[in-house]
Nanobody, 119 residues
Framework: QVQVVESGGGLVQPGGSLRLSCAASGSISVIYNMGWFRQAPGNQRELVAVITRGGVTKYADSGKGRFTISRDSVKNTVYLQMNSLKLEDTAVYYC?????????????WGQGTQVTVSS
């Protein structure tokens, strides 16, 4: 059994910051990619950032220069530091973790954490 749980969302003013956390737990062998996706009402889920087991990162253009993804492989936890937040960053943010031969993104999603940017 594998569980993926996000936390850290909330309400923030434009220009503010939030730090999201995602912890994977359960019967875990090896986690390869871990990443953050987001979905706003009426929109498709989109990639925000990904980090590999070796620490290689990739960002969508929307967050480049403002967001930073990092991970603690021992704790099986991935973080997303979001700075200079904009109104368009408002969405439910989901964590995904890739195990073994699973596809990317895998079937292991967190429940989502709401990020609302509003003045």
């Amino acid at each position: 059994q594998v569980q993926v749980v996000e936390s850290g969302g909330g309400l923030v003013q434009p220009g503010g910051s939030l730090r999201l956390s995602c912890a994977a737990s359960g019967s875990i062998s090896v986690i390869y990619n871990m990443g953050w996706f987001r979905q706003a009402p009426g929109n498709q889920r989109e990639l925000v950032a990904v980090i590999t087991r070796g620490g290689v990162t990739k960002y969508a253009d929307s967050g480049k220069g403002r967001f930073t993804i990092s991970r603690d492989s021992v704790k099986n936890t991935v973080y997303l530091q979001m700075n200079s937040l904009k109104l368009e960053d408002t969405a439910v943010y989901y964590c995904n973790a890739q195990f073994g031969v699973s596809d990317w993104p895998s079937q292991y999603w967190g429940q989502g954490t709401q990020v609302t940017v509003s003045s």
